[in-house]
């Protein structure tokens, strides 16, 4: 099984040769009790608390300090760091979990737990009970390779670094695996080990979020610099790994593409809706991820939605002469996707790994995601929050006002049209009731005369088309400030309008503009098969409301109908005033304000 270190199905790795090497805890140390921390859950020492296992000297959990679940617990968290009170503070179990153990038939797997090496073709397991580690020194691994007899081979000694020590970027963190040669013999030696793979999918989420992504270069002639690192072409959705694995491709990197473009790999990392876990270069002169070769992908077979994709990172092969060392370092990346953070500190910024930031919907909503028009969206709303309003709330609604401006003309023009079309209409339907009847058993014959009915009247079809301009020309704005809302971390728990109902008894509703507005919120969620509803959403009622009065009181003059035409728009109205609500009644409640404010706006500028 994988995590044994045996061959798994797909996995190119060789078995390992029957009694000749295994692993061991060095002489003179023993089996851990428990494998330590490192990090803290006080904010002000370090991001997060990093829980390390004794099995393959992995991470068994990475904690956040300040991260919480829910925005209730946030909201609890700042009140009670606010009144010095850490009986305020919620329970560490509401705290976020970015990474744990997860299971692979019968083996719990930690993060970045070291599978096997391979030496001289054999596999080695190195998984489970053959690693020491000294209390007194948090993050410090150590196990040895014997041979048969059970002389020493190869001594490998793994050491975490650096998490909390950088005031600079309190996230770095460190992995340093020194292999050393113990016998009078070189070694061509190979390290495997998990690299980060599935998080626990968010069950707050409305469509999968997570993705995998490599950031590269190109090769030297193509960037003699070596300082352009990009990720275009190379991020893979969830859905499409697990299509990779069921038809037994299973190599993620080196790919085709990137072969072919001779890419040299700076970064991999797997990202959810507002984190990532990225292992990434930490050379000083180079921004090469060395350490890795190969990454590789299998699953834990379970169907959806227990399945689980694991990654596996295999160095390049390293020939070791006697009585000498080789080091594979990497850094690791666990943190939020924020742009202050992945875009403003180093080394994420020289790595480029802003590229893991994407706010783009998956399936068959990216293609109408815009995502240049969600990052300009994002700094938009950025600054008008940071410069003019102060309040997520009201940059969307400055954000409404400056796209209503720039559609005036447009909307001005199409409601023309639309009044002129209906009264022309209304003024022509006895002409077309005469031209239906003279020619109703030859439809084709009665449709030239009505053109040219239309053209001797100046009446374009198209006018009533016109109308519906101004909604078409909005559309990928609202894709896009849905992506915005939805994939963007400053405004994770951060976006309160006003925070007015936050003084009531710590009221969530409009906590959080990236989520729905929770107006009345369930003990429990009720499902309802197509989503689970877990509070009453008020903001998705007033567009409903505010939609009827539209239709109700701003619908332009229709012409004579029939009584079944009448039936048919009444039904329209109704499905409009009802369906739309219910279809954003689960959506991020910034974006129901920004339609519901546009739809106002749109009402009194189509009464003027």
């Known amino acids: 099984n994988a995590a044994a270190g045996n061959t798994v199905s797909g996995d190119t790795a060789t078995p390992p040769a029957a009694g000749t090497l295994t692993a061991r805890i060095p002489a003179g140390l023993a089996a851990p009790a428990t494998a330590g921390t490192l990090g803290s859950l006080d904010p002000a020492k370090a991001p997060y608390l990093v829980e390390f296992a004794p099995t393959g000297a992995g991470i068994s959990r990475i904690v956040f300090a300040d991260f919480w679940k829910t925005v209730d617990a946030s909201i609890a968290a700042k009140r009670s760091r606010a009144a010095n009170d850490p009986a305020l503070m919620p329970a560490d179990g509401e705290r976020y979990v970015l990474t744990e153990s997860r299971r692979l038939q019968q083996f719990d797997v930690p993060a970045l737990a070291v599978r096997a090496v391979e030496v001289d073709g054999a596999i080695v397991s190195l998984f489970s009970g053959v690693w020491a580690t000294d209390p007194s020194r948090p993050g410090v691994f150590q196990t040895e390779v ?163 994709v694991f990654a596996t990172l295999w160095s390049p092969s390293v020939t070791i002469e006697p009585a000498s060392r080789t080091s594979l370092s990497m850094g690791v990346y666990a943190g939020p996707l924020d742009p202050k953070v992945l875009e403003g500190m180093q080394p994420y910024e020289g790595l480029g790994m802003g590229d893991l930031i994407v706010y783009l919907m998956a399936g068959c909503c990216s293609w109408c995601t815009f995502s240049w028009l969600a990052d300009f969206l994002l700094w938009f709303l950025t600054f008008i929050h940071d410069y003019l309003v102060f309040d997520w709330g009201l940059a969307i609604i400055a954000l409404v006002v400056v796209v209503r401006l720039i559609l005036h003309p447009v909307q001005k023009k199409s409601q023309i049209s639309m009044q002129r079309f209906s009264r022309a209409m209304t003024a022509m339907k006895p002409e077309l009731d005469a031209l239906q009847k003279k020619f109703k058993d030859d439809p ?86 197509v989503f689970s509803l877990s509070s009453i959403n008020l903001l998705p009622i007033l567009m409903g409301i505010v939609f009827w009065f539209q239709q109700q009181y701003m619908a332009p003059p229709t012409p004579n109908m029939s009584e079944e035409q009448v039936a048919q728009q009444k039904m329209m109205k109704w499905m409009m005033v009802l369906m739309f609500p219910i279809m954003m009644y689960v959506v991020p409640s910034g974006l129901t304000l920004y339609i519901l404010t546009s739809t106002c706006i749109g009402i009194v500028e189509g009464r003027i």
């Not at 894709?479 to 309160?496: K, N, T």
Request: glycine share 8%; hydrophobic share 40%.
């Open 146 to 308: 014997v041979d048969a007899a059970g002389a020493p081979v190869l001594r490998l000694t793994r050491v975490y670094t650096g998490l909390g020590v950088d005031p600079a970027n309190p996230y770095l963190l460190g992995v340093v695996d020194t292999i050393e040669n113990l016998d009078g013999k070189p070694h061509a030696v190979r390290l495997v080990q998990y690299g980060p793979g599935d998080s626990a999918r968010d069950p707050n989420t409305l469509t999968e979020a997570r993705r995998y992504h490599f950031g590269y270069l190109y090769p030297p002639e193509r960037d003699p610099s070596q300082s352009f690192v990009t990720a275009n072409g190379q991020m893979y959705e969830r859905g499409d790994v697990l299509k990779r694995i069921a038809a037994n491709d299973l190599t993620l990197w080196p790919n085709p593409a990137s072969t072919e473009g001779r890419f040299g790999l700076v970064w991999y990392g797997i990202t959810d809706r507002y984190f990532s876990f990225t292992v990434h270069s930490n050379a000083a002169d180079s921004k090469l991820l060395s350490s890795v070769a190969e990454v590789r992908v299998i699953s834990n077979g379970e169907p959806s939605p227990g399945d689980v």
């Open 444 to 529: 084709s014959r009665m449709q030239q005369e009505q053109m040219r009915l239309f053209r001797e009247k100046g009446v374009s079809p198209a006018g009533c088309v016109g109308g519906l301009l101004p909604t078409f020309a909005q559309m990928p704005i609202w894709m896009a400030l849905y992506a915005v809302l939805y994939f963007a971390f400053p405004l994770r728990h951060q976006a309160p309008f006003f925070g007015l109902f936050q003084g009531f008894g710590d009221w969530s509703f409009l906590a959080d503009l990236s989520a729905q507005d929770n107006f009345i919120k369930f003990a429990a969620p009720v499902n309802l098969y």
